[in-house]
């Protein structure tokens, strides 16, 4: 295959961006600051931040975790809260003293939680008081010594109604003290370079457990640049107003909704939850957004809502989709109503995440994820490490300056992730048009993909087995209208069991966040095997 044939397409796009642009995401994020002190950075719950209260802000709370909890660089400090002024809030000041941010999912269950922190090492984090039970719940088991809760309206001018703290987590401070008793403490500086880690963002990649990749400032700034040389007129500085529903903690906004348009003095609405499609479209109304980001899930939502004509679309010029495939339809309905189709874009946590984007030029949906980025290599292999003809499927392998150095501690784990030449295996099966774009048509691995969240069906199965009654078991992806896939479980029982399909819901429900919970459950008396006893994911397929 000719080498980056798709650059034939790029038309004025530099082929080329320079990683280095900035020294680091916050040489980055300081000079946006400097630059659009005056400008708001962010609206939420009906309050607004400034980029120079933005600053103030987070170096008060950097002042806080280097002077009184002592955290120093390379300390991994976790972040568990919904998209409030808390989360950039606290990222910032993570940034300012070198330290490394674990993104955790606040619907996390107990178990899932006390995995993430224990791999990472936190010894710190930063959490929303409405999911703080679940900290208090695995707080023993884990290395955490410093617990910093936020409200809703922490960081405004405002003490807006939040959840109470859990009892038990007597030692905590609130966010609010933290950053008042930070404003008097005395900010130092730390030097920090491209190769420093900044997140561990944590994914299954192709397995069970999940594992943390590791992505370095120059990593996020690398992507920043090369996301922006794609969509140059959608990045006007001090002019771009983008309303962020999907979650912060997910790689996808937080690399392009919250650093990239901070980068370029964005007006950033926040959502802090989405499924109330009531007030989202109300955002929707009072932003009248020119950037919009979503996963296919929440594209479909919107488009039913009663209300989302009533949205002024007239400054709309972006309206990107990732996270799983976006369907035409939903597409074609978004467009009949705000006159901008959904521009396909592909990546992982592992890739920064962005590889593939549908460039500006494009102007309608194409049903791929667009053209490698700038400085980025794509092979597709088959199974036995060539690269397939043009035209050909094959395993998308990715090289470059987003690509993450690695998993976390997991030395064998990244022996398996990357080729001996080094591009990063991503598990799922692509095919590249003679024109160099990219189609997603399968997932080596089977995962299974609920609302653009990766779901690893050895995590279910391990869960379900554990329940009492439950000989063995496989789960499989099946379509969904509301969430693209989900989960279907088949169970076979121990022999005399009085096992019901929602006593296998139940115990699922105390393990797993809603979005891995099985949809359908289905009695087997046996699972289909291989000849040396491998379950048949695929012949699960075919049983109704």
């Not at 390379?74 to 674990?102: E, H, K, S, W």
């Not at 008042?180 to 963002?201: H, R």
Request: glycine share 8%; net charge neutral.
């Amino acid at each position: 295959m000719t080498h980056k044939h798709w650059l034939k397409s790029y038309g004025t796009i530099a082929h080329e961006i320079d990683p280095k642009a900035y020294r680091s995401v916050l040489h980055l994020m300081e000079s946006s600051m400097q630059r659009f002190a005056d400008l708001p950075a962010l609206r939420c719950a009906g309050q607004t931040l400034t980029y120079a209260q933005l600053d103030t802000l987070s170096r008060d709370l950097a002042a806080y975790l280097q002077t009184e909890l002592g955290i120093q660089k390379g300390d991994r400090v976790a972040v568990m809260t919904p998209n409030l002024f808390a989360f950039p809030i606290a990222l910032l000041a993570i940034v300012r003293v070198g330290a490394i941010q674990v993104n955790v999912n606040p619907l996390y269950t107990p178990h899932e939680l006390e995995h993430q922190l224990n791999d990472a090492g936190a010894s710190s984090i930063i959490v929303f008081s409405g999911v703080s039970a679940t900290v208090a719940q695995v707080l023993d088991k884990t290395q955490i010594k410093n617990i910093i809760v936020n409200g809703v309206g922490d960081g405004s001018a405002v003490n807006l109604p939040s959840p109470p703290v859990d009892a038990r987590l007597a030692d905590c401070i609130t966010m609010v003290e933290a950053l008042k008793k930070g404003a008097t403490m005395e900010f130092k500086p730390v030097n920090i370079e491209s190769q420093d880690v900044l997140f561990l963002q944590y994914t299954g990649g192709t397995t069970g457990l999940s594992k943390g990749a590791a992505l370095t400032h120059g990593n996020l700034v690398a992507n920043t640049q090369q996301f922006k040389s794609f969509m140059p007129n959608a990045m006007r500085p001090g002019q771009e107003v983008i309303v962020t529903a999907i979650p912060l903690y997910h790689i996808f906004a937080l690399m392009v909704n919250f650093i990239t348009y901070f980068s370029v003095g964005a007006e950033n609405w926040l959502v802090p939850n989405p499924r109330d499609m009531d007030s989202f479209v109300a955002v929707l109304k009072a932003a009248r957004p020119t950037v919009f980001m979503g996963v296919n899930t929440l594209y479909a939502g919107l488009v039913m809502h009663p209300k989302i004509n009533e949205v002024d679309w007239s400054r709309l010029h972006l309206a990107g989709g990732g996270g799983a495939a976006v369907i035409g339809v939903i597409s074609d309905k978004w467009q009949a109503i705000t006159g901008t189709f959904i521009r396909e874009g592909y990546g992982l946590s592992e890739t920064g995440p962005v590889l593939s984007f549908n460039p500006a030029q494009i102007n309608a949906f194409n049903g791929t994820t667009g053209l490698p980025l700038p400085s980025t290599d794509i092979k597709l292999l088959d199974d036995q490490g060539q690269e397939v003809a043009l035209g050909e499927s094959g395993e998308i392998c990715a090289k470059g300056p987003q690509v993450m150095p690695g998993y976390w501690n997991q030395a064998q784990a990244n022996q398996e992730a990357f080729t001996p030449d080094g591009y990063f295996k991503t598990g799922d099966i692509g095919v590249f048009d003679a024109e160099g774009f990219l189609k997603i048509v399968d997932r080596k691995k089977d995962m299974i993909l609920v609302s653009g969240f990766n779901v690893f069906p050895n995590e279910i199965e391990a869960v379900a087995t554990s329940c009492k009654g439950v000989a063995e078991c496989a789960c499989i992806g099946e379509p969904d209208e509301k969430t693209g896939e989900a989960v279907k479980l088949f169970v076979v029982k121990v022999q005399g069991a009085s096992l019901t399909q929602s006593d296998v819901l139940e115990h699922c429900k105390k393990y797993l966040t809603a979005y891995k919970v099985p949809k359908t459950i289905i009695f087997l008396e046996a699972l289909p095997k291989s000849t040396v006893g491998k379950i048949l994911r695929r012949e699960l397929r075919q049983v109704r």
